[in-house]
């Protein structure tokens, strides 16, 4: 009797789950050619993804910029503006589901997440013949574009820079963890979650962090069927890394306290030749917004130059293995209060 009521539970779970799906905008069917029009990237099925660009006065590479989970393209703003001065243009739009691109809070599928990102790189290329061009990817951009150069339909870079790449994929979360967050996505998906209970800093850049709070098109509320699709998408970006055909710079916080560094080195490990890794000690999972910023910035621009040359912060590490985290570092209300304090 007890076996019985157990399977019937079962069943009726999976039932509820089948009558709530998680919810995917999709990649719509091809419309149109896609388009780089100066404020936006205009996608194969009609999407209006809004672009900024940061253009060199004499441009001696271009960047395509993926950014974060929740995140936008403005997150690049501040590292932009200091590549743009040393010859980097940099171009970042908003991914589907997120800033001021359509439905954002709603999860955008992989395919389509891809695709745009395929066609942004096609775009850019076009619009720069003869300049290298390079692809970076934060955090969850990490996993796009890991799966937007691998196969034979991967548009044609110089080299891949993943800043602390999010490829914390469901086969290395436990298996509570995994069937929970399944059950969630496919009984609520619409349920609410905010990360609030985690105790988890992103960086050390308080103020920063205080802004992105203010920032409306920040999302702060997350639904449960977009954390599974970036799940999914995390898991797909690790398994795409053995794929990679092209030079990668590879980022990562020895402070990060979001993507575990057990992740990051299988990726890093799993990468074929050509690769270089750095390891901050002082580095946060946002990297390119953390107090000691400037110092990453100077890493890409100068892999960018010269992919053979030392990297200038001498955070260069020589094997995946050497990939750690340490115990939370210092904070401080302002980076110059922090630097004060290491200072002293």
Request: some cysteine; proline content about 6%; overall charge positive.
């Amino acid at each position: 009797m007890a076996r019985r009521r157990v399977v019937s539970g079962l069943f009726l779970v999976l039932l509820l789950a089948a009558c709530s799906m998680p919810q995917v905008q999709g990649l719509g069917p091809p419309v149109r050619a896609p388009e780089l029009d100066g404020r936006a990237l205009l996608a194969a099925d009609g999407t209006r993804l809004p672009l900024t660009v940061w253009p060199a006065e004499r441009p001696t590479a271009v960047l395509v910029a993926l950014h974060g989970f929740n995140d936008y393209r403005i997150s690049f703003d501040a590292a932009a503006r200091w590549w743009a001065a040393r010859g980097v243009t940099t171009y970042a739009y908003d991914q589907r589901g997120f800033g001021q691109a359509s439905a954002p809070g709603i999860w955008a599928g992989a395919e389509a997440l891809v695709a745009d990102a395929r066609s942004a790189i096609g775009l850019a290329r076009a619009r720069h013949p003869g300049l290298p061009l390079y692809v970076l990817g934060d955090s969850m951009g990490g996993a796009v574009a890991l799966l937007a150069l691998r196969g034979r339909e991967a548009p044609a870079v110089d080299g891949l820079i993943l800043s602390a790449p999010a490829v914390w994929g469901a086969r290395a979360m436990s298996p509570f963890y995994r069937a929970g967050l399944w059950l969630w996505a496919h009984l609520t998906p619409a349920k609410i979650v905010t990360g609030r209970q985690l105790d988890r800093l992103a960086s050390d850049n308080i103020q920063m962090l205080r802004a992105l709070g203010r920032d409306p098109l920040v999302i702060k509320r997350t639904r449960v069927d977009a954390l599974y699709g970036l799940t999914r998408l995390m898991g797909r970006g690790l398994l795409s890394a053995a794929d990679l055909g092209v030079p990668a710079l590879v980022l990562y916080g020895a402070r990060d306290e979001i993507v575990p560094a057990g992740a990051v080195r299988e990726m890093a490990a799993a990468l074929k030749g050509g690769h270089r890794l750095a390891l901050y000690p002082d580095g946060w999972h946002m990297l390119l917004r953390d107090c000691q910023a400037e110092l990453v910035w100077g890493d890409v621009a100068a892999w960018i130059a010269d992919a053979a040359a030392p990297l200038p912060s001498g955070a260069e590490i020589t094997a995946a293995d050497e990939i750690r985290t340490l115990e939370r570092g210092p904070v401080a209300e302002t980076c110059a209060e922090l630097a004060a304090a290491r200072a002293g």
